[in-house]
């Protein structure tokens, strides 16, 4: 009986050398004491994992199970989903010819007139057909996602959700002569003036009423984009003008045998989402997958599916709510963050991954942060109120690669002040792991 409980010593013992036997303690130490007690990150919240891609082990963790509100690292939720689900190519639209006319579904598709991605010829498509019929009926959700902030409303990066987005559901304010000018044509007329102390143009929370204040607009008005508030009618309106013939709503089912036609490749918007952290190209591509899953239109069954089918294996369950990270009420583990950034690089060949990514120094959000002669930073950032995080790849000068998860939450000081810390801890990941 000695022996034998000497034996379970001795093996208790040796695991943690089993664990770090590919990395020198010393390192574990100094990045513990960089993260630790009396270092910037123990006055607010921090979670940090680091692991060995190759190896498959944990390298070094603090605060891992704990949850954080993840901002834009949701988006690699979503990019995950879209890898499962979507193929190559996106469906542009579900459709089926009546004669002479023709009835249209969405698909969640965003590209249509959206120029940060490429656009296909819906003009042309349409061309032989004398009525386009708009029908709604697989639209399943909200535009706006569970948990967004109402008075980010009249921002760019808050764009609503709808079945078949046009112009990226944003109206262009551009300033000619010291006077705004409102496109599509649509909301031309639909520019006032107002007293209110305001440097831009606005829009009403209920309506697609927009304003500006002369007085102030002529010294810092600007070139800016603005959301429309999305309906079916206002859809149907936009379309009418872009194809040049008349687009009706319609509330007809969509049937199980029809048509689809094919739009662009997916690389194009997972690049763009990815670079740019576009939340609405994030929250239109959880569309398609929900689409594609079931042909309606509905983010949080497609959410359901995801987690269910796909990540059941994850120790800390998710709380997600969206696909942009626009949501307060995302909460994610720097544990389960790695291992989504694992479940990728499974999917996802190397070269591709760390193009489709910011890189340090170089493209994206990264581009001003982790600057380095050989970049080493593969990442997707998070950024709302006091709260940033940095999920994906380092690439050390030893040639290894990990998967890595840098999360802070609650922090009372500029976002800036923080990467800077955080471009010192893994700065030391790259020369000493």
């Given at each position: 009986?000695?022996?034998?409980?000497?034996?379970?010593?001795?093996?208790?013992?040796?695991?943690?050398?089993?664990?770090?036997?590919?990395?020198?303690?010393?390192?574990?130490?100094?990045?513990?004491?960089?993260l630790g007690e009396h270092s910037f990150?123990?006055?607010?919240?921090?979670?940090?994992?680091?692991?060995?891609?190759?190896?498959?082990?944990?390298?070094?963790?603090?605060?891992?199970?704990?949850?954080?509100?993840?901002?834009?690292?949701?988006?690699?939720?979503?990019?995950?989903?879209?890898?499962?689900?979507?193929?190559?190519?996106?469906?542009?639209?579900?459709?089926?010819?009546k004669g002479k006319d023709i009835i249209i579904w969405g698909t969640g598709d965003p590209s249509w007139k959206y120029k940060p991605?490429?656009?296909?010829?819906?003009?042309?498509?349409?061309?032989?057909?004398?009525?386009?019929?708009f029908s709604d009926s697989n639209w399943e959700d909200t535009p706006y996602g569970y948990g967004w902030q109402w008075d980010d409303y009249y921002y760019a990066y808050a764009a609503e959700r709808s079945p078949l987005p046009i112009y990226g559901n944003l109206a262009?304010?551009?300033?000619?002569?010291?006077?705004?000018?409102?496109?599509p044509p649509l909301f031309a007329n639909a520019?006032?003036?107002?007293?209110?102390?305001?440097?831009?143009?606005?829009?009403?929370?209920?309506?697609?009423?927009?304003?500006?204040?002369?007085?102030?607009?002529?010294?810092?008005?600007?070139?800016?984009?603005?959301?429309?508030a999305t309906s079916t009618e206002t859809f149907a309106l936009l379309a009418s003008k872009e194809l040049d013939k008349e687009v009706i709503p319609s509330k007809d089912p969509l049937p199980e045998k029809h048509l689809v036609l094919k739009g662009i490749p997916l690389d194009s918007i997972y690049r763009e989402m990815l670079h740019e952290s576009?939340?609405?190209?994030?929250?239109?591509?959880?569309?398609?997958?929900?689409?594609?899953?079931?042909?309606?239109?509905?983010a949080e069954e497609a959410i359901e599916f995801i987690t269910k089918n796909y990540l059941a294996d994850l120790k800390d369950e998710p709380i997600w709510l969206d696909g942009s990270g626009l949501s307060r009420y995302n909460l994610f583990t720097p544990r389960s963050m790695v291992s989504i950034a694992e479940k990728?690089?499974?999917?996802?060949?190397?070269?591709?991954?760390?193009?489709?990514?910011?890189?340090?120094?170089?493209?994206?959000?990264?581009?001003?942060?982790?600057?380095?002669?050989?970049?080493?930073?593969?990442?997707?950032?998070?950024?709302?109120?006091?709260?940033h995080s940095l999920v994906g790849y380092i690439k050390t000068?030893?040639?290894?690669?990990?998967?890595?998860?840098?999360?802070?939450?609650?922090?009372?000081?500029?976002?800036?002040?923080?990467?800077?810390?955080m471009e010192k801890v893994l700065l030391y990941v790259r020369d000493n792991f």
């Open positions: 009986m000695k022996d034998t409980k000497k034996l379970i010593l001795i093996c208790c013992l040796c695991f943690p050398f089993q664990l770090w036997a590919q990395t020198n303690p010393k390192s574990v130490t100094a990045l513990e004491n960089q990150f123990s006055k607010h919240l921090t979670g940090f994992m680091l692991y060995d891609l190759e190896e498959q082990q944990t390298v070094y963790e603090k605060n891992s199970d704990l949850y954080f509100a993840p901002a834009s690292t949701t988006k690699l939720f979503t990019f995950y989903a879209a890898l499962l689900t979507l193929g190559d190519t996106t469906k542009r639209l579900r459709y089926l010819p991605v490429p656009d296909i010829d819906m003009k042309g498509f349409l061309a032989n057909y004398d009525k386009v019929y262009t304010v551009t300033n000619l002569q010291r006077s705004p000018h409102l496109a520019l006032t003036i107002t007293t209110k102390a305001i440097k831009d143009v606005e829009r009403d929370f209920r309506s697609n009423r927009f304003y500006y204040n002369p007085s102030t607009y002529v010294i810092r008005g600007r070139d800016t984009k603005i959301p429309f576009d939340n609405f190209l994030a929250e239109h591509l959880l569309l398609m997958v929900a689409d594609e899953l079931h042909s309606k239109l509905n990728i690089y499974q999917i996802v060949p190397d070269t591709t991954l760390f193009r489709l990514l910011p890189q340090g120094g170089r493209t994206g959000t990264l581009k001003n942060a982790y600057r380095a002669p050989t970049p080493y930073i593969f990442a997707k950032t998070g950024t709302i109120s006091n709260n000068k030893k040639g290894k690669l990990y998967a890595f998860a840098f999360m802070n939450n609650n922090y009372p000081y500029k976002a800036r002040q923080v990467i800077n810390e």
